[in-house]
């Protein structure tokens, strides 16, 4: 409890008030505590209290004064009576629920004032969550009351069995068909398909709220609200189950909690079983949005217990922790207070070492993975527009750092419990917030730079149709090793054979008028001789077309080549490209780096790189023989860089189908360490995508931060 005097308490000690007649109260059970709920039969509100709170609520009546209630409570209970400041806290908290009546005169100023500053916190939170608005549309109660025995039955033992075995057997066809749901999946976000995935969203949101009114109907729970909720302005339908908190068994919340996800599983399985056994087109389309949409971004936000969406509800009730999320903060701000501030009396949030456990490693994980979450949406909405982007900018730092500096300052010049230990508490906080800030700005850190890049042969050599002809055979396919010589297609070409033959008949013909050019005094030998040595030469250009008809791989390595079998007997074109060979004496990584980026490279020498290849991020690969190219290429060493091939590039093909990026980068090659020095288990492969690191002069936080903002508005916005 806090300080058992308040300043404002001649305020409402002459208050004559109770608890309003339609108020019903509901005891449950936590971590083997008695907590009791108050609900509002009338607005359908909730307010959980403490035994010792609702001990001291339910002797509250017109007929005394809180005066004189709280004055009785003492004598009673000494040892565990809340404070003159809790009890005008309580009571300013059940006032905003609508919970209390009064019967009095008296200034209930004090009363109104933290009723107001409770009100001005949700209204800064709603101002916040400017783009998290719900419009409430219908009352399902009496539609969920007609239908209730029908429903129910889908949430018993019987159809929990069912759900396991199509969500197993779902399971596995997606496992099976992995390949094609990768590929498909490269197109998810495409502007084609994003009136499809919306509309699967939509859709299945409706089942995912109407499970949780089930449940809740399924327990005798009312549900009275559901509309729309417009989320970064986008519409989707929700429902308020916040009746499920008078339900007494906790394992029933967390049912109510899990509905939702557990009905989107399903439905995303039963998708999963029709995208897998139909071919391309609108219903194979469809049911892939709703299997990822159900799956993937289900578990990923109601699923996740650090958002306070479904799956942090049914954590609270899980380890009987209530206002799991609040009680952390205040666990935390327990820490800091006594520890830090030094003040003898502060009370922690958790009644049990388990329990501080628990609140501490959520407050801790739950700041940092909201503070992501909402760098992540101002991004979403700044892409919208820049405008809305700076203003959640704004909001975030008016929420997140000026109100909590206002209430530290204000704790630190007037709290009465840091009477004695006041100077301790300004100078330790001023000391740390002075150190933190220092180190940020002065500290140098580790800076690297990281770029995606590509596994290529050192050594490649393309084989191209000299002659061109008829392809008449294929020596070997596609990633088959050869040798230096080894034969790798043969050409035939009539019209090739045919000018030779001509010109072997007019070398004959040239030879024999110039024998008799030196017998007959009349002719002239010279220009007949230069006529024979063009002839000549012409045959040794044919006959090296003609043996090219026979192409052989000039160097030992893999072959790598387009689909040559398909092509048996059909034309290729002088001069088309039909493979490479690829050494496998040295490999190179080829890393593509930003222009934002490029200008580290330029101003340090680089000493080392370390590379991680996608499907063996478990060996990381030294390379220290590296080299950048300071010149901006535009043309992407291979698909797989692109976003299309789930690279960070956006590229184009151009007129000939040259993967073009719309910004220019720059190329960062390293020679990898042969495979024989490198850990079992690492593999070669040309084409195979990974990332490159190079270590660079540590920075400070300050700069670093200030050098990434730097990039981001430039390559997302162009500012």
């Known amino acids: 409890m806090s300080g058992t005097f308040s300043d404002t308490w001649h305020e409402v000690s002459q208050l004559r008030l109770g608890l309003l007649p339609s108020v019903r109260i509901h005891k449950q059970v936590y971590r083997g505590r008695e907590w009791y709920v108050l609900q509002e039969m009338g607005s359908e509100k909730y307010y959980r209290i403490t035994p010792v709170s609702y001990w001291f609520v339910t002797r509250l009546t017109p007929k005394k004064s809180v005066g004189e209630v709280w004055e009785a409570f003492i004598e009673e209970h000494a040892d565990c009576a809340p404070g003159q400041e809790d009890v005008i806290q309580l009571l300013a908290q059940l006032h905003h629920s609508n919970l209390l009546f009064f019967r009095s005169d008296a200034n209930n100023e ?42 129910s039955p889908f949430f018993s033992a019987p159809a929990f069995l069912i759900w396991l075995a199509v969500i197993f057997y779902a399971g596995k066809t997606v496992v099976e068909h992995w390949d094609a749901l990768w590929q498909q999946g490269q197109g998810i976000f495409t502007l084609g398909n994003l009136p499809l995935l919306y509309v699967s969203i939509f859709v299945l949101k409706i089942f995912h709220e109407m499970a949780h009114a089930i449940v809740c109907k399924k327990y005798g729970a009312a549900v009275h609200t559901m509309g729309i909720m417009f989320i970064i302005f986008t519409p989707l339908p929700y429902i308020d189950a916040s009746s499920s908190w008078s339900m007494r068994s906790r394992w029933h919340r967390v049912f109510v909690g899990g509905a939702g996800m557990y009905v989107e599983l399903f439905l995303a399985a039963i998708a999963a079983l029709v995208w897998a056994s139909t071919g391309s087109g609108p219903v194979n389309s469809l049911a892939f949005n709703l299997m990822v949409a159900g799956s993937v971004s289900s578990l990923l936000f109601n699923g996740n217990p650090l958002l306070r969406f479904d799956a942090y509800y049914m954590l609270a009730d899980a380890v009987d922790i209530p206002n799991l999320y609040q009680k952390a903060n205040q666990q935390w701000l327990y820490y800091m207070d006594r520890w830090l501030l030094g003040t003898p009396k502060s009370e922690p949030a958790a009644d049990s070492p388990s329990e501080a456990v628990w609140l501490s490693l959520y407050g801790a994980l739950s700041l940092f993975y909201r503070l992501f979450i909402m760098f992540v949406i101002m991004l979403m909405v700044a892409d919208i527009w820049i405008g809305l982007g700076a203003l959640m900018l704004v909001m975030m730092g008016f929420i997140w750092v000026l109100i909590p500096g206002q209430k530290l300052l204000k704790y630190l010049l007037t709290s009465p419990r840091l009477v004695k230990n006041r100077w301790r508490a300004v100078l330790v906080s001023t000391g740390l917030l002075t150190t933190i800030v220092a180190l ?91 006529q024979l040595e063009a002839l000549r030469e012409r045959e040794a250009t044919l006959t090296q077309r003609r043996e090219a008809l026979t192409l052989t791989a000039p160097i030992d390595g893999i072959w790598e080549g387009k689909d040559l079998s398909s092509r048996l007997n ?150």
Request: hydrophobic letters at 40%.
């Open 110 to 151: 004090a009363i109104f004032k933290r009723y107001q500053k409770h009100r001005t916190r949700e209204h800064l939170g709603k101002l916040m969550a400017f783009m998290y608005v719900r419009v409430p549309l219908w009352d399902p109660n009496q539609f969920l009351n007609a239908w209730r025995r029908v429903f």
């Open 440 to 530: 940020f700005m002065t500290m140098p850190l580790p800076h690297s730079l990281k770029a995606h890049g590509v596994v290529q042969a050192a050594e490649t050599v393309q084989l191209f149709a000299d002659s061109g002809g008829t392809l008449v055979h294929v020596a070997v396919e596609n990633g088959d090793r050869v040798e230096a010589g080894q034969i790798v297609v043969r050409f035939e070409n009539r019209e090739l054979d045919q000018e030779w033959q001509i010109t072997r008949h007019q070398i004959e013909e040239a030879q024999w008028r110039y024998r008799r050019s030196l017998s007959s005094p009349d002719q002239e030998a010279a220009p007949l001789l230069e």
């Open 570 to 719: 059909s034309s290729v074109a002088r001069g088309s490209l039909l493979g490479r060979v690829l050494s496998e004496t040295e490999y190179r990584f080829v890393a593509l780096v930003r222009q934002t980026q490029a200008d580290r490279l330029f101003a340090q020498p680089m000493d080392i790189a370390e590379i991680r290849l996608v499907g063996q991020a478990a060996h990381t690969l030294h390379s220290e023989a590296l080299r950048f190219i300071p010149f901006r290429q535009f043309e992407l060493p291979s698909p797989a860089l692109g976003i299309n091939g789930g690279g960070p590039f956006v590229a184009q093909p151009d007129r000939d189908g040259r993967l073009m990026t719309q910004e220019g980068f720059f190329e960062l090659s390293a020679t990898l360490p042969p495979e024989s020095s490198v850990a079992e288990g690492v593999r070669y492969a040309n084409g195979a995508v990974g990332r490159l690191r190079v270590e660079l002069e540590p920075r400070s936080g300050a700069w670093q931060v200030k050098r990434y903002l730097q990039q981001l508005l430039q390559q997302r916005y162009q500012i």
